[in-house]
């Protein structure tokens, strides 16, 4: 199970290699892991338990 903690490192490191807050398009062309509909799936069941 992916962790909103490693998403958050993936998206900086993501946001590091472009120098701006990457779009899901820009994302997906960097071929990180974990991919971008994990990441919205992770954070939306976060938030929903918050």
């Known amino acids: 199970m992916t962790t909103v ?5 993936t998206l900086k490191r993501a946001a ?3 120098e701006e807050s990457p779009s ?4 997906e062309s ?5 991919a971008s ?4 799936r992770t954070t939306k069941e ?3 338990v918050q």
Request: proline content about 4%; some cysteine.
């Open 24 to 27: 899901k398009v820009q994302y």
């Open 46 to 48: 976060q938030s929903s």
């Open 5 to 9: 903690e490693a998403c958050l490192v």
């Open 16 to 18: 590091g290699r472009l």
């Open 37 to 40: 509909a994990t990441i919205i």
């Open 30 to 34: 960097l071929g990180l892991t974990p």
